[in-house]
């Protein structure tokens, strides 16, 4: 099955500054790679996605890159601010007819700092 | 709107006891999905469903079963809870795959269950 791995566990930037996470799966038939934001104690919401067909993707202070060939893909947070400070999730799925199983990375610990 | 309920929000057990937990989603979503979340370990799938009567296991199903007789609820059980079935259940579900944004999942807010 797949495996998708995410580094780092922890990041600890100042407000302002960039913010960088990556992962890399294992099936290169994943075809779906969605980045989730969990604030403590509540629920994951999906902030972006991307796809297999498109190499970049971006929305406001956020974008997401893949990069099929190496099977990596990394989550780019432009301009951090302290509310941005939550566990990120990434995931990867072959999407089909037969449902949208995410295999989730083991998150990272982003802390924006002022 | 709802969305993605919970039931119950949290509950504490005895080693070999049974307890079900409910989701129930207003979305008309035909998947469901029920996920665990552990530290240092991210969100794994037990069970999902496709469609209302269908069940498959996911990457964790040993020690759970689910059953899903209407299409708006998924149920999550435990025959005989084991203290290593601590965790943060997440119940997601979404749209099939004909619908356009299908593959993108909505959460309910989780039930935390302690087997003590």
């Known amino acids: 099955g797949e495996n998708v791995e995410q580094h780092p566990s922890t990041l600890s930037v100042q407000e302002g500054d960039s913010a960088v996470i990556k992962c890399t799966y294992s099936?290169?038939?994943?075809?779906?790679f969605p980045w989730y934001k969990q604030e403590l104690g509540k629920r994951p919401q999906l902030i972006i996605d991307i796809r297999s067909n498109v190499g970049e993707k971006k929305d406001q202070r956020i974008a997401v890159t893949l990069n099929k060939t190496a099977k990596h893909f990394s989550l780019h947070i432009t301009e951090t601010q302290p509310e941005d400070s939550a566990v990120y999730f990434c995931a990867a799925s072959l999407f089909t007819g037969g449902g949208n199983k995410l295999t989730f990375g083991t998150g990272t610990q982003l802390k924006v700092e002022l | 709107n709802a969305g993605v309920t919970q039931t119950p929000k949290f509950r504490v057990l005895k080693t070999g006891q049974s307890m079900t937990l409910l989701c129930a989603q207003d979305m008309n979503h035909e998947y469901m999905y029920w996920y665990r979340q552990d530290p240092g370990m991210g969100l794994r799938l037990i069970h999902y469903s496709v469609g209302e009567g269908t069940t498959a296991k996911g990457e964790v199903p040993d020690g759970y079963n689910v059953s899903r007789l209407k299409k708006q609820n998924f149920l999550l059980g435990l025959e005989s809870a084991a203290p290593s079935q601590t965790s943060v259940y997440f119940c997601?579900?979404?749209?099939?795959?004909?619908?356009?944004?299908?593959?993108?999942?909505?959460f309910g807010a989780g039930s935390r269950l302690t087997v003590l």
């Open positions: 997601a579900s979404s749209y099939g795959v004909r619908y356009s944004g299908a593959n993108v999942l909505t």
């Open positions: 099936d290169s038939a994943s075809n779906y």
